[in-house]
């Protein structure tokens, strides 16, 4: 066990993969003698040379069209998005070649690109910097979507994106890069692709991911103050999603929470409240709730507090809950 | 780049990064000893700029320099939370800026304050975007000065229809009329954005309709960490010859033959013979933002090197060599400059905080019932808190 931010899990969990897969490289803008403007890529272009670790030139549709022309001749590329809002000349490459080389082939190519995208808010940033973009992704099949929310799953999710033969997008969870925790890099990995009961509790159950996983222990952790015991589901993958770990938790909990800072019309919280209304429908105390972003561009710094979710929003909704 | 050998085929010809770019010619009025060339093409353009139009320009220059050096500061204090430093690149900005009349549209980067304030954008309103109180900062069709853009090259086909948009309403008129009361659009990018795809098919379009725009390029060394020699082999001027317009490589840490360039190419498009590719040669003297340590990928050599080119030392020095600036003027100058800057900072501090009502109000221009419902939830949600709340619920 070794205690690290998130940062450096996916650093370590990277060159991990450089060492182990001499067919995995790496590609983006300034991650190569920069070592990223986040510096997740630190030192790697130093250890593993300029053909595995790329600085790109400064085009996104590039970047990962050239990732699935390496990858159709056999390589694993790891493509890194500077930030979230920044993806989208790429969205293109993205949604009609990535996610769909496999099904048009008839089977017959795989292309095995992950693209890392650090994401969300809460940073105090300028436009395009906080964004939470995943549920235009997760319409798309052919994609799967993963995003860890602790050291532990960063250094491993990255790995294993990068051995899965599908095309996966890591969205990191970028105001959490420094976030410290244990990481065992014996330990045989969780399946990236389940979610993981991250607290147990029988009043209620909070479905987070990515940056609100904290947010929502947090809120956890005061309801009980109260007298209310709530269960926290990390949710990992956005795409597959992990309903049985779901349902099984709203079969014992009764009420269901989903919150992500995504905008909350057309979200993965819907999603997740569909499903659970088809297959847990006499389970439910309540109506599944959504604690999400609003229906509106990402907002200036100063207002973005008021934007995300946060303990008190989460509160509130288990207050909703609790005397629906 | 390319020669044709005996056989016929088509043989790269193997160049040193950096050295085509080198050889390629230079289009320069004020070489950087402050020393006036003559340019058979282009001093013209610049004949009527007398001792006082300089040292408007100085001012400009010095001036937006001292902007820089403020709002920096004020980054550094946490009234920014971040600032994107034009250091270094007055010469293109201003030069370029001045070239442009009223009726012109123009579309910055993020990077373009000195354009900016030729085109009468109060200094302070510029800070707004980096407080995180707006994500405009000014009204944009107050002096057809555009908001800055953060997602590189986006701007540029904006640019582009603008320009299309300026054809269909002149069509009618004749090269004389257009050329004295048409207008024009410039397009503001870095040697970054430039490998951006909406670059190339602005090209396209804009060479395709005879758009009258100018794609104006500084061209400053650096995208944040990547050296210019990994976006383009060769001058990113030669590339407009691509496209079927002229490219220009301009030093642009010379003022005057920036202003020269950016005019001749501005007649061009107005006139109604399409658009010109500018390539201003310069350098980012500072980090990329305030968030940015340069130590980590360049040189400071490299950074010495430039340190001689610098366009606001270069412009005085001729100034003072010429007669038309004096110790009196430039202690006037600087003593405006820091006036300005207080001034800046005052205002800075007096932005309101915006509230996320306006966020909600801004989305739609007709009335939209989702923007309704959300808003009225928060408004409810955030009146709960109305006791015992400072800052806005979480
Ligand atoms: C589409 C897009 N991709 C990535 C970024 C992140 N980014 C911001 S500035 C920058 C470098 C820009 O370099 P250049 O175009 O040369 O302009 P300069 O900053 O030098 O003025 C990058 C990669 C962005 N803003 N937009
Ligand atoms: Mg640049």
Redesign the interface.
Same mark, same amino acid.
């Given at each position: 066990m070794t205690t690290m931010t998130i940062a450096k899990a996916i650093n370590a969990g990277l060159r991990r993969s450089l060492e182990s897969d001499e067919k995995s490289l790496l590609i983006g803008?300034?991650i190569?003698?920069? *070592?990223g !403007?986040y510096r997740i890529t630190d030192g790697l272009m130093a250890d593993f040379g300029t053909r595995r670790v790329i600085?790109?030139?400064? &085009?996104?549709? *590039?970047i990962i069209g050239t990732c699935i022309g390496m990858a159709l001749r056999g390589y694993r590329p790891v493509a890194e998005i500077q930030f979230d *809002? #920044?993806v #989208?000349?790429g969205f293109n490459q993205i949604t009609t070649q990535l996610a769909k080389m496999r099904a048009r082939s008839e089977g017959r190519l795989t292309v095995p690109v992950v693209v890392r995208i650090p994401y969300g808010g809460g940073i *105090?940033?300028? $436009?395009?910097?906080s964004e939470s973009p995943e549920a235009l992704f997760a319409h798309t099949a052919g994609l799967r979507i993963i995003t860890p929310s602790n050291a532990q799953d960063a250094y491993w999710m990255i790995q294993q994106a990068i051995e899965c033969d599908d095309p996966v997008i890591v969205f990191e969870p970028k105001r959490r890069y420094w976030l410290k925790g244990e990481v065992d890099t014996e330990r045989p990995a969780l399946d990236p692709f389940k979610a993981q009961v991250v607290r147990e509790g029988h009043h209620a159950t909070i479905v987070a991911y990515g940056p609100l996983v904290p947010v929502a222990l947090a809120a956890a952790d005061a309801a009980e103050e109260d007298g209310y015991s709530v269960e926290v589901v990390d949710l990992r993958s956005i795409s597959p999603i992990d309903f049985d770990t779901v349902i099984a938790s709203v079969e014992k909990t009764g009420r269901l929470i989903v919150t992500h800072e995504a905008p909350t #019309?057309g979200g993965i919280g819907g999603e997740i409240a569909s499903r659970v209304s088809e297959r847990a429908f006499l389970s439910l105390e309540a109506p599944v709730l959504r604690v999400g972003g #609003?229906?509106?561009?990402y907002? !200036? &710094?100063? !207002?973005e507090?008021?934007?995300?979710p946060?303990?008190?929003?989460l509160l $509130?909704a288990l207050d909703r809950l609790f005397t629906y | 780049m390319a020669t044709t050998s005996q056989a016929g085929a088509v043989t790269d010809v193997p160049q040193a990064p950096g050295a085509a770019a080198a050889d390629e010619p230079l289009i320069q009025l004020l070489d950087e000893h402050g020393e006036l060339h003559a340019d058979e093409k282009f001093s013209a353009y610049v004949e009527d700029v007398d001792a006082e139009q300089l040292r408007g320009i100085y001012r400009d220059m010095a001036l937006t320099r001292r902007f820089d050096v403020e709002a920096t500061a004020l980054q550094r204090q946490g009234q920014l939370?971040?600032w994107v430093p034009c250091r270094g690149q007055e010469a293109a900005q201003i030069g370029s800026g001045r070239a442009t009349r009223p009726g012109d549209y123009i579309f910055p980067t993020y990077r373009e304050h000195g354009v900016a304030w030729t085109r009468q954008v109060d200094f302070a309103e510029m800070l707004r975007?980096?407080?995180?109180?707006?994500?405009g900062g000014w009204d944009p069709r107050e002096n057809n000065f555009h908001m800055y853009t953060?997602? +590189? %090259?986006a701007q540029v086909p904006h640019a582009t229809g603008y320009a299309m948009g300026i054809n269909h309403d002149q069509a009618d008129w004749d090269a004389e009329r257009r050329a004295a009361e048409g207008d024009a659009v410039v397009a503001y990018f870095g040697d970054?954005?430039?490998?951006?795809? /909406?670059v190339h098919e602005s090209m396209v379009f804009a060479a395709s309709f005879d758009a009258p725009i100018v794609f104006f390029c500084q061209n400053n060394q650096w %995208?944040?960490?990547?050296p210019f020699e990994?976006?383009s082999k060769v001058p990113l001027a030669t590339r407009a010859a691509g496209y079927g317009f002229e490219g220009l490589r301009v030093d642009g840490n010379d003022v005057l033959a920036c202003l020269a360039a950016t005019r001749y190419a501005l007649e061009h498009a107005r006139r109604g013979d399409g658009p010109v590719f500018i390539e201003a040669v310069t350098y980012r003297m500072s980090a990329h933002t305030t968030? /940015?340590d340069p130590t980590?990928?360049r040189a400071s050599a490299e950074e010495q090197e430039w340190e001689p080119k610098d366009p606001v030392a270069r412009l005085e020095t001729y100034l003072r060599a010429s007669g038309a600036g004096d110790d009196a003027f430039f202690e006037q100058v600087a003593a405006d400059a820091d006036e300005m800057a207080a001034g800046v900072r005052a205002k800075a501090f007096t932005f309101p /905080?915006?509230? +996320?009502e306006d966020?909600?109000n801004n989305?739609y221009a007709e009335a939209h019932p +989702?923007?309704r419902e959300?808003?009225e939830w928060?408004r409810q949600? /955030?009146a709960?808190?109305a006791d015992n709340h400072t800052?806005?619920?979480?």
């Open positions: 803008e300034d190569g003698r920069l *070592g !403007v600085d790109s030139p400064l &085009a996104e549709s *590039g *809002g #920044f #989208f000349p *105090g940033s300028i $436009e395009h910097h #019309f #609003f229906h509106m561009p907002p !200036v &710094a100063k !207002v507090e008021d934007y995300l946060g303990i008190d929003k $509130e | 939370a971040l975007i980096f407080r995180g109180v707006s994500n953060m997602v +590189l %090259a970054g954005a430039s490998s951006e795809g /909406d %995208a944040i960490s990547v990994v976006q968030a /940015d980590k990928y /905080d915006p509230v +996320l966020s909600f989305v +989702l923007i959300e808003s928060f949600y /955030d709960g808190f800052g806005g619920a979480r």
